[in-house]
């Protein structure tokens, strides 16, 4: 029996539950429904989870759990990439592995890409394109990426999204919502872990990725941010032949950062270009706020005179001011080795539960800094050092802003680009500058007058609307309106006990009946026979003979005696 809440009822949503459910039991993953509480609420899921050995037994959870995710597709694989920028709610092996996510599947033919594109467009292939490669470049669970040549002659790549995909998205998203529910509300701390928030962000960030115009404006937004900057090459988009469903940009020929042999043959500076682009990626999170969320290898091409060139800014992140002065803080508080300011900084601005054993969160900390006591400072891996940071603080029930997460991967990445082209790379000695611009901004006279007037106009907008609020409150109360909602938390479980205790006790005294009832009537020795005994004490024997043993095989696959 399916009890997912708020999910469509439609045959497709059944089809695909019944097939995520049945992909889970065959990765040997069951466990992990029992893990988060929901092994009692989906009923359904017990008989396949446990119903033969699964695939890959000899594997890891946390490897079974991503070829998981690639076995379902499109929206379990973004969700995965998501769930590996989320230390904070995630084991970290379970975020090393989902790291390794490959989000790569069969092209799809040809024919099929030009129906899209041309009903992207709104007009014939032949009106837009001179020439398109008919074999992808690069396949991916959102669109794949061809080759192909302008009418005016630029050649381009052609980035287009699948057909179907969006309406696969939305029927995995309700089904993931309807989960989420169930987790919050039968799931241990489901008030930190919060995952239908997370199922929230997953949706908003999963729907901008499939509409390919807002890759095409991060591009250009990042490209304005660093105008004038000659180390740095964004390529061009052509918006004539870009839709929400297909994005045709410049094609740019150069070296991948990974491949540190071609960059040696082409005579250009490993070192020089892990300075640059330690300073581009620390200058888009510290002064603009705004980053590229998948720098991996792939995404990042050397040009001629050490020129970086990013690419695919399907994926960004986004900080705003009160998150970048966390960052900045904490980051200062670590580097000078600051026990007591860290643990302010991390209550006041950190989203921290109102039980937090503040004395336990300072023992931690310190012994946080002090592991990293003895390591010179350009040995320290910064994006290493937030990720455990992340993992300690939500130990002590603190939530982190996701952005934040999802910039410790990509400093994570960056930080391993820059020490494969230069093993003495120091990204703290390229972080410090900017963290002393940073912090002086944020406390300049300028900055600290404009907080103070904000702050003001706050209290003045309170105080004019505050006679206004008053005046509401007692008029209910005059109408005897007024009313107080009290929520009552942790009694679902109790509740859930109480019901089931109740229904054994019933179901007790039925046996107990039907036990008494055909030994009164097996005394009496009247009425109908069978086989010698009296048949309403036979058929009552056998009744409760048959009830208490599905009872007791109940009680046994419940796990619970």
């Not at 069951?30 to 000899?58: I, T």
């Not at 041309?118 to 008919?134: D, I, M, T």
């Not at 940009?249 to 991948?256: A, H, M, P, Q, S």
């Not at 008053?470 to 009552?488: G, Y």
């Amino acid at each position: 029996m399916f009890r997912i809440v708020n999910i469509n009822r439609n045959v497709r949503s059944i089809r695909r539950y019944r097939q995520i459910i049945t992909v889970i039991g065959g990765y040997g993953l069951g466990h992990l429904l029992e893990y988060l509480n929901l092994g009692q609420v989906v009923d359904f899921s017990r008989r396949v989870l446990r119903r033969r050995p699964p695939k890959a037994a000899h594997l890891s959870a946390p490897e079974r759990l991503r070829l998981a995710l690639e076995e379902l597709g499109t929206t379990f694989i973004k969700l995965g990439q998501l769930l590996s920028t989320r230390a904070d709610i995630i084991p970290a092996s379970f975020v090393q592995e989902l790291t390794h996510l490959q989000d790569k599947i069969p092209c799809i033919p040809f024919e099929e890409i030009k129906e899209q594109i041309e009903h992207e467009l709104g007009v014939p292939l032949e009106q837009r394109f001179l020439y398109v490669e008919p074999e992808a470049i690069a396949g991916a669970s959102i669109a794949q990426v061809h080759r192909a040549t302008l009418v005016t002659g630029e050649d381009v790549v052609v980035k287009v999204r699948r057909p179907g995909v969006v309406e696969a998205v939305e029927t995995d998203i309700d089904i993931l919502m309807g989960v989420a529910l169930l987790l919050e509300r039968h799931m241990a701390r489901s008030d930190i872990y919060d995952p239908v928030g997370v199922v929230r962000e997953f949706s908003y960030t999963i729907r901008r990725e499939m509409d390919l115009t807002r890759e095409g404006h991060a591009i250009e937004k990042i490209r304005d941010n660093f105008k004038g900057d000659a180390t740095l090459y964004f390529p061009k988009v052509y918006w004539e032949a870009t839709s929400k469903g297909v994005l045709t940009t410049e094609y740019v020929e150069g070296i991948k950062v990974s491949d540190t042999l071609a960059i040696e043959e082409a005579g250009l500076d490993h070192r020089e270009i892990a300075a640059r682009g330690a300073r581009v990626f620390l200058k888009m999170v510290l002064e603009h706020g705004f980053f590229h969320g998948d720098p991996h290898p792939g995404n990042v091409l050397i040009l001629k005179d050490n020129v970086i060139c990013l690419l695919d800014f399907g994926m960004v992140g986004r900080l705003d001011p009160a998150v970048k002065r966390y960052l900045t803080d904490v980051l200062v508080a670590v580097i000078n080795r600051d026990v007591e300011g860290l643990a302010y900084v991390i209550v006041e601005a950190g989203d921290a539960a109102e039980t937090v054993n503040m004395q336990a969160l300072k023992k931690a900390l310190a012994e946080f800094i002090d592991s990293y006591f003895e390591i010179p400072l350009k040995e320290i891996e910064v994006g290493r050092m937030l990720m455990e940071f992340i993992d300690l603080i939500s130990t002590h029930r603190i939530k982190v802003h996701p952005d934040l997460t999802m910039l410790v991967k990509v400093l994570v990445v960056v930080e391993g680009m820059g020490r494969r082209l230069d093993p003495d790379f120091d990204m703290v000695g390229h972080l410090r500058p900017f963290l002393e611009r940073e912090f002086r901004r944020q406390r300049s006279p300028g900055r600290l007058f404009h907080e103070m007037e904000q702050g003001i106009e706050g209290y003045l907008t309170l105080a004019r609307n505050l006679p206004r609020d008053v005046r509401e409150i007692l008029n209910k109360v005059n109408r005897n309106k007024f009313r107080i909602d009290l929520e009552h938390r942790g009694l679902d479980r109790f509740s859930k006990e109480l019901d089931r205790s109740a229904n054994r006790l019933c179901l007790s005294l039925i046996i107990a009946a039907l036990l008494i009832g055909s030994s009164i009537a097996m005394q009496g020795n009247r009425g109908p026979m069978l086989w010698g005994l009296p048949a309403f004490a036979f058929f009552g024997y056998t009744c409760a003979g048959l009830v208490g043993i599905w009872w007791m095989i109940a009680i046994l696959r419940s796990g619970r005696l």
